[in-house]
């Protein structure tokens, strides 16, 4: 019989984390690498039987891929804390497992809800992402945000969705957005991506009107509005901590 593990990372997921883990009680095992959680994140997800881990966080990436190594299924299913498996998503999945998958990895649909309203345009719907994998076949990228599933073999897609609960409120998108862009912004450093002048510009205009307009965020209402905004803003930040990254590095050159 095929088993599944659902590995989950957290920090301070205690507003998440119960419908979380409810939505994937059906999975085998729930694996949780937790970072520093302050709150109730830990004691929550031990009452609901998952298995909880707190190494060193060395970023999403490698935190992913420590989740993976625990992990003892045959197959994977990777989500967010904010994020919720849908009854039908649960079936089709099920499904899919109780009979020999012809692929290695599978897509899914995920929707994503910002300031209480469902997303339908902005490049947010559908947003296809890699979560379910045969574990002997995939691994998570070592970027220390915004890491992916890689898999060695053939990917397909699933028709049901996945639930992401992730803006509640401006505070939260531009906190996380701060986070984010400060991550995006070391790893770029780290690859040696050159910064220019002319990218504090052209990118975050670029960003907006791609949002916006080529990806019809005007049809999302004034969330479609800030939503490119936003966006525009956090593309604006990466680059300006790009740009701080190279200015402190050739001062500590000069010595």
Request: hydrophobic fraction near 40%; include cysteine; glycine fraction near 6%.
């Given at each position: 019989m095929t088993r599944l593990s659902a590995v989950i990372i957290t920090k301070n997921e205690e507003a998440n984390i119960e419908r979380c883990l409810r939505s994937v009680s059906w999975a085998d095992e729930i694996i949780?690498?937790?970072?520093?959680?302050?709150?109730?994140?830990?004691?929550?997800?031990?009452?609901?039987?998952a298995k909880v881990f707190r190494p060193e966080w060395r970023g999403f990436g490698p935190a992913k891929q420590?989740?993976?190594?625990?992990?003892?299924?045959?197959?994977?299913?990777?989500?967010?804390?904010?994020?919720?498996?849908?009854?039908?998503?649960?079936?089709?999945?099920?499904?899919?497992?109780?009979?020999?998958?012809?692929?290695?990895?599978?897509?899914?649909?995920?929707?994503?809800?910002?300031?209480?309203?469902?997303?339908?345009?902005?490049?947010?719907?559908?947003?296809?992402?890699?979560?379910?994998?045969?574990?002997?076949?995939?691994?998570?990228?070592?970027?220390?945000?915004?890491?992916?599933?890689?898999?060695?073999?053939?990917?397909?897609?699933?028709?049901?969705?996945?639930?992401?609960y992730s803006y509640p409120t401006l505070e939260d998108f531009t906190r996380r957005q701060d986070q984010y862009t400060t991550l995006g912004a070391q790893d770029l450093f780290a690859s040696g991506k050159s910064f220019r002048p002319s990218q504090l510009v052209f990118k975050p205009v670029s960003s907006f009107l791609r949002k916006f307009v080529f990806q019809k965020g005007w049809r999302d209402g004034w969330e479609g509005f800030l939503i490119a905004g936003l966006t525009a803003n956090g593309t604006l930040l990466k680059y300006a901590k790009l740009r701080q990254l190279y200015r402190q590095a050739e001062r500590k050159n000069r010595g």
């Open positions: 949780i690498v937790d970072s520093e959680s302050t709150d109730d994140t830990v004691e929550i997800a031990w009452s609901l039987k420590y989740a993976l190594e625990q992990a003892t299924g045959d197959w994977v299913l990777s989500i967010d804390a904010d994020e919720e498996v849908s009854f039908t998503l649960k079936n089709e999945i099920v499904h899919l497992l109780e009979s020999d998958p012809p692929c290695a990895g599978y897509m899914i649909p995920r929707k994503t809800q910002f300031l209480g309203r469902w997303i339908l345009h902005s490049g947010w719907y559908p947003d296809y992402v890699l979560r379910l994998f045969k574990r002997s076949a995939g691994h998570f990228t070592p970027a220390l945000v915004h890491e992916k599933v890689e898999v060695d073999g053939p990917v397909g897609k699933l028709n049901n969705t996945l639930l992401h």
